[in-house]
């Protein structure tokens, strides 16, 4: 991987670019990742950057030293300097991107704790590489503290309603089996290779024909806030724009030659 430089001010991340993935960390493990308001808005700076950056096609989240995320920091919140970023509810969220609809896909690398606000990081992201010993909970429950970057939103879309409050209502632990059977997880592997996983997964993503897929995904997002009907003109419209770049015609023609047939690999 390659570093990419960023300033004195963004230490609370890294950022790392193989071919076209950008692995994007946090970087606090002395306070087990927790995001606080400057983290918070570097992981947002870090998103937009790679959303905006045409070379890159897929992003890994992940956090340093073993820890994917703990939530928000809360002893800048009890110090009366929480990582609100926008009271009225319209801005960045308090984690950092969480309120973002990126263009292009973002996978999760989690090995040990995504708790509370990491949780929410967690299932922003399109898919979870997760280590068999990590860890996922609304820990915030506890403390009085909500879920306020779309976890109650997005975790119910997710595992659906009964799982998603069994977890919000009693802030209980859930193991990684116990994730991927009930959707949270989308794969698992050995505790130290959630990363290595994670990219192998997203260098898959980004070998296949990038504008199809991206539409795809944008559409399979947006039927949320649509009704049936507008959600079917949704996904036609989305669709057109693959049908007229000239891309599908492409992977026509190679399907037609013999390429690509019977789960094989993708086209050249």
């Keep these: 991987m ?11 991340i890294t950022q790392e670019t193989t071919d076209n ?34 070379t890159l096609s897929v992003a890994v989240l992940t956090g340093h030293g073993g820890t994917f995320c703990a939530g928000a920091d809360l002893s800048d919140f009890a110090g009366g300097d929480g990582n609100l970023l926008d009271e009225s509810g319209n801005g960045p969220g308090p984690m950092g991107p969480t309120r973002m609809r990126l263009t292009k896909p973002v996978i999760a690398a ?70 991927l059977q009930m959707g949270l997880a989308n794969r698992i592997c050995e505790p130290g290779r959630a990363l290595e996983t994670a990219v ?24 949320w806030d649509l009704k049936e009907s507008d959600a ?13 770049s000239g891309e599908s015609k492409a992977g026509a023609s190679a399907f037609v030659s013999g390429q690509g047939r019977h789960g094989k690999p993708k086209p050249e």
């Design 2 to 12: 390659t570093a990419v430089a960023y300033s004195v001010q963004a230490k609370m």
């Design 21 to 54: 993935i950008r692995v994007i960390g946090i970087d606090r493990f002395e306070r087990r990742n927790a995001v606080d308001r400057k983290t918070a808005d570097q992981l947002v700076e870090a998103f937009k950057l790679f959303d905006a950056d045409d």
């Design 110 to 179: 989690i090995e040990g704790f995504a708790v509370a606000g990491g949780l929410e990081l967690a299932v922003w992201c399109d898919l979870r590489v997760v280590a068999s010993n990590a860890i996922f909970g609304v820990y915030c429950r506890r403390f009085g503290v909500p879920l306020i970057d779309l976890g109650t939103i997005r975790l119910p879309r997710l595992i659906g309603q009964s799982r998603a409050l069994d977890m919000i209502l009693t802030g209980r632990s859930v193991g990684a089996d116990e994730a």
């Design 200 to 223: 192998a997964l997203a260098k898959e993503i980004a070998a296949f024909p990038q504008l199809a897929m991206r539409h795809d995904r944008l559409s399979a997002y947006e039927q």
């Design 232 to 244: 079917i003109v949704n996904e036609f419209r989305h669709g057109q724009v693959s049908l007229n």
